[in-house]
C-alpha cells in the first residue's frame, strides 16, 4: 500500500489537468516547430513544414526558400526564437497565421560576417498553411521587419 500511495496522488493530482487538457493545435504546432527548426539551425526541419507548392514574394519556389534558409542557418552559430501575438484563423483546407517574431543570434565569425549580420530581429510575419502529407505545412510566407539591432 505505502508504494501504491505515491502513484495514486499522482494519478489523482494530474489525472483532472490530463482530462481537461485541450487537443492539441496543429496549425500552431507547425509554428511551433518552425520556430524550434530556427532554434536548432535545421534546416532538413524546416523543409519538412513548407509545402511542395511553397513560395513568396522573394523565392519562387520551395527549393529557393530552403536555399535561402540553409544560407541563414549556415552564417549563425547560435540562434534563439520566440514567437508572440500568435493568431490563426482556421478554414478546412487553409489556415492564415500572423504573429511576431523574436530572433537572437550570434553570426559566426569568418571575415566580416559577423559585422554585417543583424544580431538581433523582430519581424511581423503572415502565413498560409495547408494540410498536406497528414500534417499542416506553409505553403506562402509574407514578412515585415520592424526592428533589427547589430549589437556589440
Same mark, same amino acid.
Not at 516547430?33 to 535545421?42: H, I, K, M, Q, T
Given at each position: 500500500?505505502?508504494? #501504491?500511495? /505515491? *502513484?495514486?496522488?499522482?494519478?489523482?493530482? #494530474?489525472?483532472?489537468?490530463? &482530462?481537461? !487538457?485541450?487537443?492539441?493545435?496543429?496549425?500552431? *504546432?507547425?509554428?511551433?516547430?518552425?520556430?524550434?527548426?530556427?532554434?536548432?539551425?535545421?534546416?532538413?526541419?524546416? &523543409?519538412?513544414?513548407?509545402? @511542395?507548392?511553397?513560395?513568396?514574394?522573394?523565392?519562387?519556389? !520551395?527549393?529557393?526558400? =530552403?536555399?535561402?534558409?540553409? !544560407?541563414?542557418?549556415?552564417?549563425?552559430?547560435?540562434? &534563439?526564437?520566440?514567437?508572440?501575438?500568435?493568431?490563426?484563423? !482556421?478554414? /478546412?483546407?487553409?489556415?492564415?497565421?500572423?504573429?511576431? @517574431?523574436?530572433?537572437?543570434? *550570434? /553570426?559566426?565569425?569568418?571575415?566580416? =560576417?559577423?559585422?554585417?549580420?543583424?544580431?538581433?530581429?523582430?519581424?511581423?510575419?503572415?502565413?498560409?498553411?495547408?494540410?498536406?502529407?497528414?500534417?499542416?505545412?506553409?505553403?506562402? *510566407?509574407?514578412?515585415?521587419?520592424? &526592428?533589427?539591432?547589430?549589437?556589440?
Amino acid at each position: 500500500m505505502k508504494r #501504491l500511495f /505515491p *502513484a495514486l496522488l499522482v494519478a489523482l493530482v #494530474l489525472g483532472p489537468l490530463v &482530462s481537461c !487538457r485541450e487537443e492539441a493545435d496543429p496549425v500552431r *504546432a507547425t509554428i511551433d516547430a518552425l520556430a524550434e527548426a530556427a532554434d536548432d539551425r535545421d534546416a532538413d526541419a524546416a &523543409s519538412d513544414l513548407l509545402a @511542395a507548392a511553397y513560395a513568396d514574394a522573394e523565392h519562387a519556389d !520551395r527549393a529557393a526558400a =530552403l536555399l535561402t534558409i540553409r !544560407r541563414y542557418f549556415a552564417a549563425y552559430e547560435r540562434i &534563439s526564437t520566440s514567437f508572440s501575438d500568435v493568431q490563426i484563423d !482556421r478554414k /478546412p483546407d487553409v489556415a492564415r497565421a500572423t504573429f511576431t @517574431a523574436t530572433f537572437d543570434g *550570434a /553570426p559566426r565569425k569568418l571575415g566580416a =560576417l559577423d559585422a554585417m549580420l543583424p544580431r538581433s530581429a523582430k519581424v511581423e510575419f503572415e502565413m498560409n498553411l495547408v494540410p498536406q502529407e497528414g500534417r499542416w505545412k506553409v505553403t506562402w *510566407a509574407g514578412w515585415r521587419l520592424v &526592428s533589427e539591432g547589430t549589437g556589440p
